[in-house]
């Protein structure tokens, strides 16, 4: 869990199984384990990057093999422009401030993107893989990132998840289920293609919307949902 050994100065020495696969927040802060590690060197346990000791200034690699990043693992890292990611990640974990990071490729593999991820990054672009189901705010205030892709895998756009951000434009894949509420908190956003068939429930759209793109046989659908909005719904070509 989170904070499991923090402040347990006198673990010197840390050894995990092979099956571990993520760690929680803080894990090993205040411990000497972590303190005998030299800085401007990446610190990893087995499998797992648990942070970078020191500053990252310009490109960073991760180490082939890695499995996963663990939560704070970038936290601070203003200097990192970019980051190459093998694609033997299979989780990202929440909360970074690499406020100066432009480029970024997820592994193809990838099954969980934490919350806040890239939070507040220079990202203009981003692929999400057709490995993930659920995507939730790792984007949240990155004001340059004009274009995401999302992989047809994802069945869930939860709240929120676009908030602050600069695109425009983005298509919905047609296995999305749930993302009715993915824009809130987003302002910049013009035009929504959603290829899904079914209408959520609810919704939360940006004012800023000015066409909504859905399949034909379900623009009606659509328009009863969406009456605020039904001026705007067009049927795909």
């Not at 840390?14 to 060197?41: A, D, H, M, Q, R």
């Not at 033997?88 to 592994?107: F, M, R």
């Not at 749930?178 to 068939?197: E, H, Q, R, V, W």
């Amino acid at each position: 869990g989170q904070q499991a050994f923090l402040a347990c100065r006198n673990l010197e020495s840390v050894t995990i199984g092979t099956g571990l696969e993520k760690l929680g927040e803080g894990v090993f802060g205040g411990c000497n384990w972590y303190y005998n590690f030299p800085s401007g060197e990446a610190v990893y346990i087995g499998k797992i990057l648990y942070t970078y000791k020191g500053t990252v200034s310009g490109e960073f690699t991760i180490k082939d093999g890695t499995v996963s990043i663990a939560d704070n693992a970038f936290d601070g890292q203003k200097n990192m422009t970019s980051i190459t990611i093998p694609q033997s990640v299979k989780y990202i974990g929440q909360y970074a401030d690499c406020s100066s990071l432009k480029e970024v490729t997820l592994p193809e593999n990838l099954l969980e993107l934490g919350s806040s991820a890239f939070k507040g990054s220079g990202l203009t672009s981003v692929v999400i893989p057709n490995s993930m189901t659920y995507l939730g705010n790792a984007f949240n205030n990155c004001t340059n990132l004009k274009s995401i892709t999302i992989g047809n895998g994802v069945k869930t756009i939860d709240y929120a998840a676009f908030e602050g951000c600069g695109i425009e434009e983005i298509v919905i894949p047609e296995n999305v289920t749930d993302y009715g509420a993915a824009f809130s908190g987003n302002t910049m956003l013009k035009k929504l293609t959603i290829l899904c068939k079914t209408p959520c429930s609810w919704y939360s759209l940006p004012d800023s919307l000015t066409e909504i793109y859905v399949p034909r046989d379900a623009l009606d659908d659509f328009k009863s949902a969406l009456p605020d909005y039904s001026d705007k719904i067009f049927a795909i070509a």
